[in-house]
């Protein structure tokens, strides 16, 4: 697992990104703008800095060079931008950064440029890509995703008298998700939604939590798979408590 420290003006960007990260297992600390990133560099030596370009103190890219003309470009940078040019991207790589990210940025996108920053020899304190997220592929970071595969593949769920049996865990899943019931008298939306919910919740647990084991099991890409927990109300820090 890694220290990865963001760097963002924008409160739901850093919200977002240290959600996810957090998710994959690495630590993530906050900075909302240069001077707070200073401080934050100078006392954890983070292994990774997703740092955007504009922001209202220092821009990212005077931030970059300022690191690498004082020696203290040690670990690997991923600039982000949502305004970014081809001479942008350029300038920020002649500087030192790793990679490039154009927000919106997707959730496969991050992760598959972070996965390649941390596994870059000297990376950092022998940070190496979590369990679980090596499934985000390989390939340059700014590569095409393939967030348009369809979120309800593999997803047509029996509500019928045997669902129950479908949600029958293998002996390897205990509690109450080993024994699932439910009530077929409400909308088929509701329905549904309690279906899915139990199944994915199934999932990681059998898993132990890895997304990307449930992403092949289920059939889901990544993006979507993330997507999807969150609208039905999974709590995936419990689903990794619960696993083994």
């Known amino acids: 697992m890694a220290t990865i420290l963001v760097v963002d003006d924008e ?7 240290s959600e996810i990260l957090t998710d994959e297992g690495h630590t993530v600390e906050l900075a909302e703008n240069a001077a707070q990133a200073r401080q934050v560099r100078e006392a954890l030596r983070p292994d990774l800095v997703l740092l955007d370009i504009w922001m209202p103190d220092v821009d990212g890219i005077t931030l970059l060079k300022e690191w690498g003309a004082t020696a203290q470009l040690t670990m690997p940078v991923i600039m982000m931008s949502g305004h970014g040019t081809i001479d942008t991207a350029v300038e920020a790589t002649k500087y030192g950064a790793s990679a490039f990210l154009e927000k919106p940025i997707t959730l496969q996108k991050l992760l598959r440029a972070v996965d390649q920053a941390l596994a870059r020899p000297g990376a950092g304190r022998g940070a190496a890509p979590p369990a679980g997220s090596g499934g985000s592929g390989g390939g340059h970071a700014g590569g095409a995703s393939s967030d348009d595969d369809d979120p309800e593949r593999g997803l047509a769920p ?6 129950a049996a479908d949600a029958t865990a293998p002996p390897s899943v205990q509690g109450p998700l080993a024994e699932q019931s439910f009530d077929l008298d409400r909308p088929l939306r509701e329905a549904r939604d309690a279906f899915e919910k139990s199944y994915f919740e199934f999932h990681l647990a059998r898993e132990g ?3 990307t084991r449930v ?3 289920t059939g889901l890409e990544r993006t979507h798979l993330y997507r ?3 609208q039905l109300g999974v709590d995936l820090s419990r689903s990794k408590r619960g696993g083994h």
């Open 158 to 163: 029996r509500l019928g008298p045997s669902a």
């Open 11 to 17: 409160l739901g960007i850093r919200a977002l990104l």
């Open 209 to 211: 939590g890895s997304m």
């Open 228 to 230: 999807k927990l969150k």
């Open 215 to 217: 992403a092949e099991k």
